[in-house]
């Protein structure tokens, strides 16, 4: 099955600074990589995915890269802000019965400092 | 818009005793339904996953079980709790379709005393 690993699990940075997390994945047939912001206690809600088939997306502060190849995808969050203070959790799919089942990396729990 | 709701919040419960948590999606039709479990500190661990009515896969062989009864409806159980089912459920839905993205409810959070 699928495993993916994800890096570092703690990322402190001062506000305005960039933050960046990885993740590998080890199934060459994963091809849906969502990112998920996990606040305290609080559901994970999607902040951005790609698509095996393109290699970047950008959404405003956040971006995510993907490198097929090398089987690794990032998350970079620019201009932090003491908001981003959460966990964050990378994810890979792949098809299989029907449904999209998706395998998590173990969280890199972000501190945004002022 | 689409919703999806879960209960109890939080629920603590004796070892050997039953466990019944349920999800509703509204807003939507014929959704892919999850269960999902999150151990304190970790990543999520998808338990069941269901892609129709009375379509229950399971991915991790366990003391839990589930059920879809309705189209909207999604059911995980148990007849005797473990103390290592402690921790924190978590429902989501995606829409039918290649790499759908999933959606998550507020999650119940389970101690077993």
């Known amino acids: 099955g699928e495993n993916v690993e994800q890096h570092p699990s703690t990322l402190s940075v001062q506000e305005g600074d960039s933050a960046v997390i990885k993740c590998t994945y080890s199934?060459?047939?994963?091809?849906?990589f969502p990112w998920y912001k996990q606040e305290l206690g609080k559901r994970p809600q999607l902040i951005i995915d790609?698509?095996?088939?393109?290699g970047e997306k950008k959404d405003q502060r956040i971006a995510v890269t993907l490198n097929k190849t090398a089987k690794h995808f990032s998350l970079h969050i620019t201009e932090t802000q003491p908001e981003d203070s959460a966990v964050y959790f990378c994810?890979?799919?792949?098809?299989?019965?029907?449904?999209?089942?998706?395998?998590f990396g173990t969280g890199t729990q972000l501190k945004v400092e002022l | 818009s689409q919703t999806i709701h879960q209960w109890p919040a939080t629920l603590v419960q004796p070892v050997g005793s039953p466990l019944s948590l349920e999800c509703t999606v509204e807003?939507?039709?014929?959704?892919?339904l999850y269960w999902y479990r999150q151990a304190a500190g970790r990543g999520l661990q998808l338990l069941f996953y269901?892609?129709?009515?009375?379509?229950i896969s399971s991915e991790v062989p366990q003391n839990l079980s589930a059920s879809r009864p309705q189209d909207r409806q999604f059911i995980l159980s148990s007849k005797k709790l473990l103390l290592s089912d402690s921790g924190f459920y978590l429902c989501a839905w995606s829409t039918k379709g290649i790499n759908q993205p999933q959606h998550f409810g507020d999650g119940t959070r389970l101690s077993i005393l």
């Open positions: 269901s892609v129709g009515i009375g379509q």
């Open positions: 199934d060459s047939a994963s091809n849906y």
């Open positions: 790609i698509r095996s088939n393109v």
């Open positions: 994810a890979a799919s792949g098809v299989t019965g029907g449904g999209n089942k998706l395998t």
């Open positions: 807003g939507t039709s014929n959704p892919n």
